[in-house]
């Protein structure tokens, strides 16, 4: 189970950081996104960490101002969202799977665990 948390409202320019935290103890073996879904948008692939390596790999709307960490002890995988837009406005999700291939690491059908989701408003 996945519990995403840390949305809010910001202004432009701001930045938030948003967590994704479980109880699984072998987490680490999970490959771990984010995902977010503006109203009337599909949902949008943002960054994940590759299970076991660590890798990470973002979206190009996102690259340079979000970065992914996290805290392997409290099992929990940080989004930091800099500089942040009001284009950036959306339900984040955060999206985690032990099986799912590399090619398919940007498609929210191979994830078969999702967080509740934590809404981000930002205002112009």
């Known amino acids: 189970q996945l519990q995403a948390s840390g949305g809010g409202l910001v202004q432009a320019g701001a930045s938030l950081r948003l967590s994704c935290a479980t109880t699984?103890?072998?987490?680490?073996?999970?490959?771990v996104a984010w995902f977010r879904q503006a109203p009337g948008k599909e949902r949008e692939f943002l960054a994940a960490?590759?299970?076991?390596?660590?890798?990470?790999f973002y979206a190009d709307s996102v690259r340079g101002r979000f970065a992914l960490s996290r805290d392997s002890a409290k099992r929990t995988v940080f989004l930091q969202m800099n500089s942040l837009k009001p284009d950036d406005t959306a339900v984040y999700y955060c999206?985690?799977?032990?099986?799912?291939?590399?090619?398919?690491?940007?498609?929210?059908?191979?994830?078969?665990?999702w967080g509740q989701g934590t809404l981000v408003t930002v205002s112009s």
């Open positions: 960490f590759w299970r076991g390596t660590g890798d990470t």
């Open positions: 699984e103890p072998t987490f680490g073996s999970y490959t």
């Open positions: 999206a985690a799977d032990r099986t799912l291939i590399l090619s398919t690491r940007r498609k929210d059908t191979a994830y078969k665990n």
